[in-house]
T-cell receptor, first 114, second 113 residues
Framework: AQTVTQSQPEMSVQEAETVTLSCTYD???????LFWYKQPPSRQMILVIR??????QNATENRFSVNFQKAAKSFSLKISDSQLGDAAMYFC???????????FGTGTRLQVTL | DSGVTQTPKHLITATGQRVTLRCSPR?????VYWYQQSLDQGLQFLIQ???????AKGNILERFSAQQFPDLHSELNLSSLELGDSALYFC????????????FGPGTRLTVL
């Protein structure tokens, strides 16, 4: 069974600084997709970034980028120039064709301080 | 705004009751997914429908059922409710298969008293 592990329950970053959230996953599949979702206090699940496993290039969306290490089964999220609005719960998720669902990690709560 | 709508936003009911949660996917999306987010279980996949047909089943209790209608909206029915069913229920939609990004609705907060 696929599992997703987020080993950092909480992280804190100062405004304008950079922070990296960790995620590892376990799979025997070769074709899969990885996602980071953000859940602010409103509880809405918002897509942050997506990575296709077949792509070697790391995905980037404005201030958000990933470090995808396929052999190590690692998928970390880097947030640059952190803003107060980045404060939220961040979930790493894995999706594959053998099970249409997304498997989520337990989340990392990110605090942004002044 | 993801384009996925869910009603109601909040639902408070008693044990033993039955409720129906409704979801309308984004325009053009054929797949609907239901997830449950609780404090002790995290985000758990319940069930997926694709163009009216059940495609995948997860940790969905027998007391729970779902369907997707011809207009592609979906309903999740929860019956014989227990205190432990209190959770945030999300609907997500995607164009079709697993390779497509799932976009989440705002969720329905269910409280069972």
């Amino acid at each position: 069974a696929q599992t997703v592990t987020q080993s950092q329950p909480e992280m804190s970053v100062q405004e304008a600084e950079t922070v990296t959230l960790s995620c590892t996953y376990d799979t025997s599949e070769s074709d899969y997709y990885l996602f980071w979702y953000k859940q602010p206090p409103s509880r809405q699940m918002i897509l942050v970034i997506r990575q296709e496993a077949y792509k070697q290039q790391n995905a980037t969306e404005n201030r958000f980028s990933v470090n995808f290490q396929k052999a190590a089964k690692s998928f970390s999220l880097k947030i640059s120039d952190s803003q107060l609005g980045d404060a939220a719960m961040y979930f790493c998720a894995y999706g594959t064709g053998t099970a249409s669902k997304l498997t989520f990690g337990t989340g990392t709560r990110l605090q942004v301080t002044l | 705004d993801s384009g996925v709508t869910q009603t109601p936003k909040h639902l408070i009911t008693a044990t033993g009751q039955r409720v129906t949660l409704r979801c309308s996917p984004r325009s053009g999306d054929l797949s609907v997914y239901w997830y449950q987010q609780s404090l002790d279980q995290g985000l758990q996949f319940l069930i997926q429908y694709y163009n009216g047909e059940e495609r995948a089943k997860g940790n969905i209790l027998e007391r729970f059922s779902a369907q997707q209608f011809p207009d592609l909206h979906s309903e999740l029915n929860l019956s014989s409710l227990e205190l432990g069913d209190s959770a945030l229920y999300f609907c997500a939609s995607s164009v079709g298969g697993f390779e497509d990004t799932q976009y989440f609705g705002p969720g329905t907060r269910l409280t069972v008293l």
